[in-house]
């Protein structure tokens, strides 16, 4: 619990200390989709160069491994954020962009493992899962104030602390779509 607090009053520390002179900040909501979850999450980024975007997430992330993973079942969920970097090719803050993001998890599993003799085993996982991204996103503005979003990324899914039996990690494309409220 204590590491759950912790972890908020860093991101929350993150974004005040992004308040700065520079004029841009996208404030919205997130979905990725990714072939074994589902994330919706809270997304604020501030600019601070010309091109360049500065961005925390938290979110809730929903888990779906089937027998992708260590077990023929593995189903869970868990909070988490993010801490990224978006550099965009244009001074306006639109078109193209190209973004590193690292997610930080605290997930809890619960796997089934059927056996060769008829019955199964089952039991859960409690994983602390970092996982770096490269994103790549084209922002379109509708309007004055309104941006949206869509971004592909590709990273990996690593499970850097586990308590109870591995589950499925590795490489990870997620597609995603952002729509922001725009401050200048």
Known sequence: ?????????????????????NKVMDIGLEVQAYPTGFIPGFRVEKSFTKKDLVGVRVGYQIIDHGDNGEHDDETGSGFGGSLGLKHYFNRYFTGPSLGLRTDLWVNKIDWVTKLETGGETTGSTDLIVVQP????????????????????????EINAKTKGEGTGQGAIFLAGLTVAYRIQ
């Not at 619990?1 to 005040?16: D, G, R, S, Y």
């Open 1 to 21: 619990m204590k590491f759950k607090h912790n972890f908020t009053i860093i991101l929350l520390f993150t974004v005040a200390a992004c308040f700065g002179q």
């Open 133 to 156: 991204t490269f994103e790549f996103g084209w922002a379109f503005t509708m309007g004055e104030y309104l941006v949206l979003t869509p971004a592909a990324a590709f990273g990996f």
